[in-house]
Each structure stands twice: as C-alpha cells, then as structure tokens.
C-alpha cells in the first residue's frame, strides 16, 4: 500500500478501525474573533474536526485567548445561502472535489451546486484517514476513507440549523423539516434558508455523535445520481487555476538544465557570461543536480537555460543517490532481469507447491516483461516559492499530500512546519506523479532560487527536462510456472518477479520488508489454486521509481491473467470457464464476471468474423485493486500487423457508488490508460538517456485508436472501493489474451507495438 511509504506512524488497519473516522466535528464559530482574517464570511457557520476548542464566548473576556488559526475549517455555511467547502482530497479530473460536496450536501440536504469547493493547505485538522492519523490523494481512498466522516459533518451541520431555526420560530425541532437550503415548519407554512439561520446557529453546541442520525441510503436525494461536476464550468471555460499558472507581486521565473544522467554534477559554466548577456537574463545560478536561468518571463528563462554549456561532472556511483550509468539501456537490462536465476524472498504461500508440481500431469511456463512508463501527466511540475517578511514560507505546487511536503520542506529548510505554506491548486493529471519523489519535485530549485534572489520565483520544468526527471513505473520480469492435473485444472502456481518495487525505488534502499506494491496483483488473488509460492527477486533500477495508475496491479495483472490463459489452453479448458470453475463459491466475483460477459452480449471468444469482414477475436480479464473488482472483455483485430481494440466492456464493483456519471468516466479513462500501456507506451533508454524526451517521440494513446467503453456498475454492497485505479488493470490482460487467440501467438512483452502481427 502505497500509503506505508509516507506515514512516520500507524499506516493503516482493517475493517472499520482502517475507516475509523477523526474526531467530532467542531463549531468554530464559537470562536468567530479567530476567523476574520481566514477569509471567513460575516455571519457564517463554520464547522471543522479536531481543533482544539477554546472556553465558549459565554465565559466572557476573562478567559484566555487561543491561538489565532490559520485553517479555519472544512464547512462554512454563508449569510448568502452558499457553501464553502475545503476538501482534504486534491481534485486533478477524477471528480473528488464533486464526490465530497455530494456527501456533505446529501446529510446537510444542500444542492451540491451551490458548493464552493478548494483544496484546504497542510494542517493536521484535514488529516481525515485512518482515524485522522494522515491523508494523502492517491491509492482510490479519497471517498472512501472520508465518507462516514463528511456524511457526520453534514448531518452535524443540519441539527445545528434546524436547533436555529427552532428557536426563531419558537416551535419544537422535532417538527421542523428541511428541503434543499432550508429549514421548514410545515404546520404553519414557514420557512427560513440556511443563509438566514447562520448567524443563529454559531452559538448552537454539535451535537454529540450517538444524537446524529444519517440518512437511509433509500431517501438519498444525491448520492448515488450523476450529479453533474461542480468544477466543469472553470475548466471549460479556461478559469480554472493551475499550479503553473500561480502568480505573485513582484515574482520571477525560472527554468533549468538538469544533469544529462542522474547522479552528474554541474561543473563550469563554459558560456554563463553569455548567456546571462541574453535578453530578459536576471541571474544564472548552478544548483543540486542542474544549472537554473531565472528571467522576469519563462520563454527567455528557458531559451537561456537551454544555451547554457555546462561542464557535467561524474562523481561515480554512491549509495546515496540513484546514479545512472552513461552505458545503461532498457533492453540490456530487461536481458539482465531475465537471467536472474534466484528464487526470491516469499511474499505468498499456501499448500505444498512442491509436491503439486512434482506430481503435475502437465506443466506450463512463461517469462513476462513490462515496460518503464511516464506519467505523461498534461501538467508539467511546477513549484512558485515565497519567502515572506515574518519567516514564512508559502510555496504553490501540484501536490497529492500537502502534509509530506510540509515536513520535506521543514527538513530541508530548516523552517518549522507551521511556517510552511502549502497552497494545492487543481491537478493538471497527475496518475501518481505528485507524491514527494527525491530528485523529481522542482519545490528544491525554488526554495534555493528564491533565497538567493531575494523575490518569489517560479520554476516550470520544460516538458523536455520532465521526461528526464520524471520518476517511472518501474520494469519487471516475471517468471511463472504452473502445475495441471490430469483433468487440465490448475492446482500449483509458482512465481518469481524479479524487480524491485516502487516503494523501494523511492526509499532508494530495500526495506525490512517486501514492499507489498511490487507483487500486488500477483499476490492475494481469489482463485482457487490450493498450492502456491510468490516471490520477489529484488534487483536495484538505476532510474528513479514511482507510483504509477494502479501501482502493480497496472503490469503485475497483465502477467497473472495472461497466464492463466495459458494454463487454460494447455489444460484444454475454455478461459471464461476456467476463470468460473476457480471462483466457484464466490458469489461477489462470479457474479460480476458473468456481468462483463452479459454485458458484452455473450461469451465468445473466436476468432470470428465481424459484420465489417474483420477478423476478430475477444479476450477475458479480471483484477481486484484497490478494495473494488473489475472484469473486462476486450475484442480486438489486426490491421497493417498492429492490434486495434474496437470494444472494451467492464463490469466495476465498487461495494457502492456516490455519483455513477464519475465513476463511468473513470472507467473510460482507465481503459484509455490501460490501453496506452498495452499498445503503445514505453519509455526507453539508451546510453544512459531517456530516447523520448517529449510527445513527439513518446506514444501515448491516440484519439483514433481509442475503443468504444461499455460501462456496467455493480454495487454489491461490500465494503465501500476506490474507482480512480481498479477499471485500469484488467484491461491491457484482456487485450493481450484476445490477440493470442486471434494470432496463435503469445503476448508476454508490452507494449504491443514492438511487434508485427498476423490474423
């Protein structure tokens, strides 16, 4: 779990201690004097968790003044009968910012629409996993981790209005009502709007937790509806703000040359005179790793940057840094995983995988291989750094846990955390890239030109220094073997991933432990099969790591189900059938399997001829990242020796849903991704240097070559999953198996475009 790798406490648990939700809400509106300088409107009702109260206004100014706060809140109700929202989750497209103001706006019975929702800054108080002990925007927990929490908040919020509103009218709670942004009393046909009960209830208590009642899921007015996105209207019509459109009085820009191979060092500057004689130049400063030009305006930072010559200095290989050898290729390498003979430490066994094989009737082998892969996020990295006259620093930068920067930037700078702003704009993509990666954030170059300019600057890395920074999913070769019995089912499975696993990568060492990132997919699966052992055979990357959509499940369930076909075909047994025999008794993934076949018309696998003459053939698929499951079929042909997926059909079970119009878009571009990676996505070296450097030379999923995506969501009722990454993973297996049965030949490398095919 990707969460592990960032949290100096308790990770996370199981069942509902994992989803425990923070503290009781909190009226901060009893300490309306510490909001006025929060940007908080006059009048408001503002409630957050966890902030210490102070004595109530009631006890009179003897009491003691709390400390002013800079993070009033998650919920501010407004005299005008709007709502702001803080969300402690980014919103970089996957709809977040929409899901939260659903939950709230659902138990405070307020239209979403008229929710104002912003990333809150770093702060403790917006800590709301796993019991307020952290929180992060990534690994799908968004929603699921903070719905009972923002459900509590909006109920808390609708008590307090309705105590209000009781009181106005001089009439009992209990028989008042609420409609939409307004409490009613329907005896008498009065009725007051939120906006108007405000400022009465900031003197109201929350009520205590056991005195909420939540909404029965069978009178949800929003939830579960495809309430239409909240932030549609900025990013249509070009007003929504991005990291890299941050502005501040007097600021500079910056852009840098980073070291042509990670671990280099800037020696001299063989032209800087030159180049600082270019138009627009300011200064030019040599930093950690890169030489950086800063200029009033990007364009002349960047082509000054691009002039500069640098004299790159090799200190060699240290343990300290990721060092990349000037000889380094991906496909010496990918030769090199490949002719690793060891058995790996074990992450999973169960029966006697020894005697299954030894005993076998038929045994069945295969070496498979995935690529690196970019993030290729829309968003180049960028990071605007202030130093303010009080010693604060406030820093602007696409991030997925304002928190884990906060304390980098406290140890880089030496600066105590709540001196450190951070500010989250929306996410120009992000699939993992905005984690806190050594060597591949631009807040260091920022931080370091700010200081030694004495102004703001902003540094933007060109899309060319990104590709040479940005930290990828990491390669793997993955070797499987699996035992049959007379009958042609499959009763051992033995796998060894030689790889080294994204969390590894990042820590730049091998932990204590597997890191679980690396084999999930491979691991905890809920086939049928009584005997077997998975391991890791840990092999250091010279690249820089990082989480990717998916994490391992992204590749590793493209190696399981791929061969699980291939066991299918040497036991002589349909794959679909196959894949049912081995869930019998789960009803959960049984159901949803049958779900994706129904929903693709009916299981056939080909090939056949298509109504347009093509060849084509289907192919089946399933996976279970992320506390949800998903299964897919993909038909696919072959034109000019290349793979072209005409249709994908993908049944989710996410336990349950809050907006199915979010999650059927998460499933389309899921499956966009998913087929990026099988057919055309790679990043490759040579001579210790990424080839492709920008979009010109880096495929990634063509408008032409995407598939129509056939969506059916099925809520089960288990426990609540993620939707952002589990529709990816089932989806290049279920491409891979369609071509092997239309080509005759099996797929073990990725992307598909590396080879030429025949139908």
Not at 96 to 113: C, H, K, N, R, S
Not at 217 to 228: Q, T
Not at 582 to 607: D, I, M, Y
């Amino acid at each position: 779990m990707m969460a592990r790798i960032f949290l100096d406490g308790p990770a996370n648990g199981s069942g509902d201690e994992r989803f425990a939700a923070p503290a009781q809400p909190v009226n901060l509106s009893r300490r309306r004097f510490l909001l006025g300088s929060a940007g908080v409107a006059t009048g408001a009702l503002v409630l957050g968790f966890g902030i210490p109260v102070g004595p109530a206004r009631a006890q009179g100014p003897a009491a003691p003044a709390p400390k002013a706060l800079d993070v009033p809140a998650f919920l501010e109700i407004r005299p005008d009968n709007t709502v702001r929202f803080l969300s402690p989750f980014m919103e970089g497209g996957q709809g977040a910012f929409t899901a939260m103001a659903q939950i709230v706006g659902e138990e405070l019975d307020m239209d979403p629409a008229v929710f104002e929702v912003e990333a809150a800054p770093a702060g403790k108080v917006f800590q709301v996993m796993f019991g307020g002990t952290m929180r992060i925007t990534g690994g799908s927990m968004s929603v699921r981790t903070s719905y009972d929490t923002m459900r509590r908040l909006g109920a808390s919020a609708r008590a307090m209005l309705i105590s209000a509103a009781a009181k106005r009218l001089g009439v009992g709670a209990d028989t008042l009502t609420t409609e939409p942004g307004k409490v009613i009393h329907t005896a008498s046909g009065r009725s007051l709007s939120y906006g108007e009960l405000a400022e009465g209830a900031l003197d109201m208590g929350v009520p205590e937790a056991g005195r909420i009642s939540l909404k029965d899921p069978k009178n949800f007015r929003w939830i579960g509806k495809p309430v239409a996105r909240i932030d549609m209207h900025a990013k249509s019509t070009g007003q929504a703000m991005y990291a890299i459109d941050s502005q501040v009085e007097n600021m500079l820009q910056a852009a840098v040359q980073h070291a042509p191979r990670l671990g280099l060092q800037p020696g001299a500057i063989r032209n800087e005179a030159a180049v600082k004689a270019m138009p627009g130049v300011h200064s030019v400063h040599t930093l950690d790793g890169a030489v950086a030009v800063v200029a009033p305006y990007w364009w002349h930072a960047r082509q000054a940057a691009d002039a500069l010559d640098v004299d790159w200095q090799d200190p060699g290989e240290s343990a300290d840094v990721r060092y990349m050898p000037a000889d380094f290729a991906t496909d010496a390498f990918t030769q090199h995983l490949s002719s690793q003979t060891g058995r790996g430490e074990e992450a999973e066994s169960a029966g006697d995988s020894a005697a299954a094989f030894a005993s076998a009737a038929k045994v069945v082998e295969g070496e498979f291989t995935s690529q690196y892969l970019h993030h290729a996020q829309l968003e180049p990295p960028s990071t605007l750094a202030r130093f303010n006259a009080d010693g604060s620093l406030d820093l602007w930068m696409p991030n997925q846990g304002p928190e884990i920067f906060q304390a980098a930037i406290a140890a880089k700078t030496g600066l105590a955390p709540e001196k450190i702003n951070i500010h989250s704009p929306l996410l120009g993509g992000f699939f993992g890239r905005h984690f806190q990666y050594t060597w591949g954030n631009p807040y260091p170059h920022a931080i370091a030109l700010a200081k030694a300019t004495g102004r703001p600057v902003k540094v933007i890395w060109s899309r060319e220094e990104e590709f040479l920074r940005d930290p990828m999913r990491p390669m793997a070769v993955v070797k499987f073997k699996g035992a049959l019995d007379a009958d042609g089912w499959p009763v051992g499975l033995d796998v060894v991933s030689v790889c080294e696993g994204p969390g590894e990568g990042i820590a730049n060492k091998r932990g204590e432990k597997l890191d679980e990132s690396a084999l999930e997919g491979i691991t905890a699966k809920s086939y049928a099969i009584p005997n077997r052992r998975i391991a890791q055979l840990f092999v250091k990357n010279p690249t820089t790591l990082a989480y990717w959509r998916s994490v391992g499940n992204s590749m590793n369930d493209f190696f399981y189900e791929s061969f699980l076909d291939e066991m299918a075909d040497a036991g002589g047994k349909d794959p679909y059938a196959l894949r049912l025999k081995l869930l019998e008794g789960n009803k959960r993934l049984t159901t949803l399997l049958k779900a994706a076949v129904e929903l693709s018309g009916g299981w056939k696998r080909g090939p056949f001829t298509a109504a347009d003459g093509t060849r084509r053939a289907r192919g089946i698929a399933m996976a279970s990242p992320f506390g949800s499951e998903a299964a897919a079929v993909a038909e696919v042909s072959i034109q000019d020796g290349q793979v072209v997926v005409h249709d994908v059909w993908e049944a989710i079970d996410p336990g349950s849903i809050v907006n199915p119009a979010i999650v059927e878009a998460q499933v389309n571009s899921a499956v966009a991704l998913g087929l990026s990676q099988v057919l055309v996505e790679g990043a490759e070296y040579e001579a210790g240097m990424p080839v492709a450097r920008n979009f010109d030379a880096y495929q990634i999923l063509r408008p032409e070559q995407m598939a129509r995506v056939h969506v059916k969501i099925v809520e089960s009722g288990a426990e609540m999953g993620g939707i952002g990454e589990p529709p990816l993973p089932a989806i290049p297996p279920a491409v891979a198996n369609a071509v092997s049965v239309l080509t005759g030949k099996r797929v073990r490398v990725m992307p598909l475009s590396k080879e030429s095919f025949e139908a």
